[in-house]
């Protein structure tokens, strides 16, 4: 399985984006996709996941300002970032737990920059 996000960059304060992750490769139709963000010198901490049934949960810094979605017909996940404020800014990185395997997989990341 091989992910890869896309979408982020520099945006102002109070600005939007959207990351996607795309999962190629043999994936399991009953999983679980995660974003997660790490700042420089941070953890890597849980922004929100998503079930393969769109059962969805989001950290508490972000509720009612992200949301995250799926299109399995495109193996895609969506991270829509509203209201984006400075604090926000990390790699984002999407990943994929497989429940038959518990396997997880990882993308490469992908830099949001929240700035004026």
């Known amino acids: 399985v091989q992910l890869v996000e896309s979408g982020g960059g520099l945006v102002q304060p109070g600005g939007s984006l959207r990351l996607s992750c795309a999962a190629s490769?043999?994936?399991?139709?009953?999983?679980?996709v995660g974003w997660y963000r790490q700042a420089p010198g941070k953890q890597r901490d849980l922004v929100a996941t998503?079930?393969?049934?769109?059962?969805?949960n989001y950290a508490d810094s972000v509720q009612g300002r992200f949301t995250i979605s799926r299109d399995n017909a495109k193996n895609t996940v969506y991270l829509r970032m509203n209201s984006l404020r400075p604090e926000d800014t990390a790699v984002y990185y999407c990943?994929?737990?497989?429940?038959?395997?518990?396997?997880?997989?990882w993308g490469q990341g992908t830099q949001v920059t929240v700035s004026s």
């Open positions: 998503i079930t393969s049934g769109r059962t969805t």
């Open positions: 490769g043999t994936i399991a139709s009953d999983n679980t």
């Open positions: 990943n994929i737990q497989l429940w038959a395997t518990g396997r997880v997989y």
